[in-house]
DNA sequence: CTGAAAGCGCTAACAT
DNA sequence: ATGTTAGCGCTTTCAG
């Protein structure tokens, strides 16, 4: 592979010269430019990243922090995180933890600084002490999803408002007549999803509504599947269900295949995050959607600012971290959500007898 | 950060002596060892991975070319390469070309050889002249999932007999008694998956067996969908339908449920690969398994050797093209296919007159 | 067993 | 407008 000075003998000029036209920066002759753009032309020349990293002292890449690049969540936020990486010039490296905060340290001792210039983290149940040691060091960290505007992490985060998603997938419940409900929460070892619980029971408290029967889950179709199921044997009478993400909800609408019951019609099912297969499953899934493009879009932006700004390496102990909100979840309505039936029946009664006036 | 010279100062020795140590080259005396293992531990010394690469010539990466990490193949293929590759201390870089063969080329020219010391290629739609050229860069490619053991390409790779794919697939629906089949041709723009519908088509002629009606549709749970849609108004008296892929026979079994056919009752559906959604769905679908993980971890292990080997380098031209070839793909009886129902009904009468006699 | 020295390919001040 | 000069942090002969 031909270097920069290669190039430049071959153009008859100095690698400094070369570096200049090939990065816009000093002033160059047109006519020296064209020469050296010729003699990279005729020799194919590449820059080799891993000598600019050095020099720069800065590694085109980002890393990404995800629990499994196998939840279906994943995927769909890393293509877009990788869309908007490139925009500046980023690759990424991706990183599965596998829920392990070992694993996860790890990487971050590893590539942080040394060959990736900024890390983003996903709900990868990593170690935040090990987050606060690689800011330290003087590698931006961003969180991706943080769960709640209010409450701040100490990190430089992109935030969605997933109380709000509780509530719209709660009032929404609600709106259709929906008074006695169940709920599966899912990662609980992470106590990440309380948030979309809480204001899911906010929505209910507030219409007045006490009959909630809550279960734990994994956050996967089969663990949604058995939770399901479990609600529903407790409490047969549960006219609609709402799970803490998609996948769960997903489970719960087969455990209703299951059980006899058909959905929307003997029991809804309402999810948040709107994955593709939501859209894609049967009935298709009602579900709050979340902002997922544009969160990946923001972090990427403020991880890049972060970068920018040297934050971490400069005045540390003072700056006040960032946060950026996403705009706000929305109720995605599809078809596994009506009406109950006990009330419809109410509902064609009384028109029957509207008619007959 | 520290440094290794800063380190090598803390501990009374020169910087190669804490490299020879840290990468347990060359002989060093118990005691400086430890020195210097003390010195790293109290500083916090990280190796600054972009420098070593440069050093080394060799940076510690993989890129992974995928057409779009949001299918879900991908990711659980990906999750596997990961694996593979952190045991080799390589870290992963995720390219995803959106399936266009520019944008692909645009990587292998930025990272190939620069960032990255080896390229993994799944059926990322890539122009095959771009990778030679990497190739002959001197950045050895591997493609991840031929589907001809029986012809290989002109690159590395790890084949899968996808032919036989299809034709188990095939076998298993005439052994269930279907004569009349539809089949559903995914990614018909990359040609890639003819040789699972040649496999298919094999089958059903050794049977002897000629109803079989195709359609080529998008890799999707939508395009096959809409193909299974077509094929089924096309000719209603179907009772199974193959796809080359598992997320087009699961939109298959969608078109089922729309038009009122129950599946595998009415309509026997088959797909390929094995993806964790197969498991999922309702019914679970019945499949032909791919060794995902394992071709993984062949073509990890493939892309190590060569780099090892430094094929390419040298005597380029003469040298045999490597093939590895995974375990065979099987069958996997979930619960969306079964006897058709004409035969199973004649089977019923069979079965009565047996008990009268 | 350890040190000295050169250099990987590139960038970045500073000179000219 | 271009050339000079130092490195970036690490590895790697080759001496001692």
């Known amino acids: 592979m031909p270097t920069l000075s290669e190039v430049a003998r071959h153009a ?18 047109e006519t020296t430019r064209q020469r050296v753009l010729d003699a990279v032309e005729t020799l194919g020349y590449r820059p080799h990243l891993a000598a600019r990293a050095l020099a720069e002292g800065r590694a085109p890449t980002l890393a990404l922090m995800v629990s499994s690049i196998a939840n279906p969540f994943y995927p769909e936020f890393a293509l877009a995180v990788e869309r908007a990486a490139r925009t500046s010039g980023h690759f990424v490296i991706i990183c599965n933890t596998n829920e392990d905060p070992l694993t996860g340290r790890a990487y ?20 935040f002490a090990d987050l606060h040691t690689t800011e330290a060091r003087g590698t931006p960290v961003v969180l991706c999803m943080w769960e709640r505007p209010s409450e701040p992490p100490g990190l430089p985060c992109v935030a969605v408002d997933f109380r709000l998603a509780g509530e719209l997938a709660g009032t929404h419940l609600l709106e259709l007549g929906h008074r006695r409900m169940g709920a599966i929460v899912g990662s609980k070892a992470s106590g990440i999803h309380a948030t979309r619980y809480e204001g899911f029971v906010d929505a209910l408290r507030a219409a007045g509504v006490a009959k909630n029967r809550v279960r734990h889950a994994v956050d996967t179709i089969r663990g949604g599947y058995l939770a399901a199921r479990a609600l529903l044997e407790a409490d047969p009478q549960l006219t609609a269900i709402f799970a803490t993400n998609d996948l769960p909800a997903l489970g719960a609408m087969h455990a209703a295949a299951d059980l006899g019951l058909c959905v929307p019609d003997d029991l809804s099912v309402v999810g948040i995050t709107d994955i593709e297969l939501a859209r894609e499953s049967r009935p298709a899934l009602t579900t709050v959607a979340v902002p997922t493009v544009e969160a990946a879009g923001l972090a990427v932006d403020l991880l890049r600012e972060l970068i920018e700004s040297s934050y971490g390496q400069a005045g540390r102990g003072t700056k006040h971290v960032p946060m950026r909100i996403s705009s706000a979840p929305r109720l995605v309505v599809r078809a596994s959500t009506a009406v109950p039936r006990a009330r419809r029946k109410a509902a064609a009664n009384a028109g029957r007898t509207e008619n007959l006036e």
């Open 12 to 29: 008859g000029v100095t690698p400094a010269t070369v570096s200049n036209v090939l990065r816009h920066r000093g002033r160059v002759g």
């Open 108 to 127: 971050l001792d590893q590539i942080a600084g040394t060959l990736s210039e900024g890390v983003l983290v996903t709900n990868a149940n990593l170690d």
